[in-house]
T-cell receptor, first 112, second 114 residues
Framework: AQSVTQPDIHITVSEGASLELRCNYSYGATPYLFWYVQSPGQGLQLLLKYFSGDTLVQGIKGFEAEFKRSQSSFNLRKPSVHWSDAAEYFCAVGGSDYKLSFGAGTTVTVRA | DAGVIQSPRHEVTEMGQEVTLRCKPISGHNSLFWYRQTMMRGLELLIYFNNNVPIDDSGMPEDRFSAKMPNASFSTLKIQPSEPRDSAVYFC????????????FGPGTRLTVL
């Protein structure tokens, strides 16, 4: 069965600083990987996705993620965070069936 | 294009009452998912439909919960009778068969059962 671990429950970062959110997955074959963002009171919005090809993928809002098969990781990065990036971030993995397995989420707080 | 539409956005009801949540998926999407999100349990998949047919309802917590998809553009999730522990945010998501599992989420319905 597929699963996702997001080791960090909460991260606080200063505005303008870089951000990296960790995601480790478990899946027996080539996974489909996603990062979603959820702002307070909102639904989940897709930031970026990896299916195949270039292991560094670019997403919306200046985010990028790198797929590392050897480490079973798909970490999310942003070079310079904005106050509007304060939200909860979910990593998800999918495969040959319909399901997405979501991590528990990482809450990002941005301080001025 | 309109995204996934859910109604109502907020629902407050009393224990024992019937609650019906509604979802309109993105046009052309043939898969629909109902999720429940709570602080304690995170995001849980309740049920999955493909081409209007329930494929996996193993996440439905108990018989008080039921879901239907009478056509490709409408689904309901019903709780009868409701209990305080059902209080949560319920999300509907849809995807297309060629979308590599990419799911598009609605804004959610925040349910409070008193």
């Amino acid at each position: 069965a597929q699963s996702v671990t997001q080791p960090d429950i909460h991260i606080t970062v200063s505005e303008g600083a870089s951000l990296e959110l960790r995601c480790n997955y478990s899946y027996g074959a080539t996974p489909y990987l996603f990062w979603y963002v959820q702002s307070p009171g909102q639904g989940l919005q897709l930031l970026l996705k990896y299916f195949s090809g270039d292991t560094l993928v670019q997403g919306i809002k200046g985010f990028e993620a790198e797929f590392k098969r050897s480490q079973s990781s798909f970490n999310l990065r942003k070079p310079s965070v904005h106050w509007s990036d304060a939200a909860e971030y979910f990593c998800a993995v999918g495969g040959s069936d319909y399901k997405l397995s979501f991590g528990a989420g990482t809450t990002v707080t941005v301080r001025a | 294009d309109a995204g996934v539409i859910q109604s109502p956005r907020h629902e407050v009801t009393e224990m024992g009452q019937e609650v019906t949540l509604r979802c309109k998926p993105i046009s052309g999407h043939n898969s629909l998912f109902w999720y429940r999100q709570t602080m304690m349990r995170g995001l849980e998949l309740l049920i999955y439909f493909n081409n209007n047919v329930p494929i996996d309802d193993s996440g439905m917590p108990e018989d008080r919960f039921s879901a239907k998809m009478p056509n490709a553009s409408f689904s309901t999730l019903k709780i009868q009778p409701s209990e305080p522990r059902d209080s949560a945010v319920y999300f509907c998501a849809s995807s297309s068969s060629g979308g590599y599992n990419e799911q598009f989420f609605g804004p959610g319905t925040r349910l409070t059962v008193l």
